[in-house]
């Protein structure tokens, strides 16, 4: 096995120094790496530097949602069609209106994601408004799947008390699908509130560090020598070396 023996120097003068130069050959590149890379790791791991990506975390979610209203639509409509074909009385009629009523949803889901692909919202006051008001609508269609159930209810009640078959199974089918869209609408909800507030938070507040690193005033040889190679490359990558502009999104 090999080994390696330093010199033992003149005094501990010379050695202090030699210590000190070496030390400061390893630290002064590894702090400039940290405070160029620490900043730009955080915001990378947080995902959270520009308002677009708040954007499309919410148009994925409403897409997301979309999809599935779209699936059930396309499941009623299915078994809608094939239940009042192959039943006679009230479950006939639950069939049909489960059909119907979800013609509208498949409207719905399709021209809200065609919606979230035309977005052209780009700033963060934008992009906030637009996150709010899908919360609001979401909470208005809440409110409307209550009247939905209510009303499926008290049709399903006269139904059964009057002996009409038709609105005792429209109203079951109107209670099922106001309790699967209320259902829907509250959880989407859960979920995307949770990103209107957070960039809420986040909105406006900018900070932007300005280092200047420019040979004048660190004075170490890499430095000197990586600046004046980069001065004979270019005018316009010299003068781009000399300040890094970090944003950080709080």
């Known amino acids: 096995m090999s080994s390696y023996k330093f010199a033992k120097p003149p ?53 997301n949602g979309m999809l599935i209203l779209g699936s059930w639509a396309g499941l009623n409509l299915l078994t809608g069609g094939l239940g009042y074909a192959r039943t006679d009385g009230s479950r006939s009629y639950f069939h049909q209106m489960n059909a119907a009523w979800n013609t509208v949803n498949a409207g719905i889901a399709y021209f809200g994601y065609k919606g979230t692909l035309t977005n052209t919202s780009v700033t963060a006051a934008e992009i906030l408004h637009d996150m709010n008001r899908f919360d609001t609508i979401l909470l208005v269609n809440a409110g409307l799947d209550v009247l939905y159930i209510s009303g499926g209810a008290w049709l399903a009640y006269r139904g059964y008390k009057l002996g009409k078959e038709r609105w005792k ?10 309790s699967f869209l209320m259902a829907f609408d509250l959880l989407l909800y859960a979920s995307h509130t949770k990103l209107s507030k957070q960039l809420s938070s986040f909105q406006g507040e900018y900070l932007t560090w300005h280092w200047s690193l420019q040979p004048s005033q660190m004075h170490h040889p890499w430095i000197d020598h990586t ?15 000399p300040v890094l502009q970090i944003q950080l999104l709080f």
């Open 11 to 63: 005094n501990d003068s010379t050695m202090s120094t030699f210590n000190h130069i070496h030390l400061s050959r390893i630290l002064t590149p590894l702090l400039f790496c940290f405070l160029i890379g620490v900043p730009t790791w955080v915001m990378a791991q947080n995902g959270q530097q520009d308002p677009l990506w708040w954007q499309q975390q919410s148009l994925r979610l409403q897409q």
């Open 169 to 178: 199974g429209y109203g079951q089918a109107i209670i099922l699908q106001g």
């Open 227 to 241: 600046y004046t190679m980069a001065a004979g490359w270019s005018e316009t990558l010299a003068h781009s070396l």
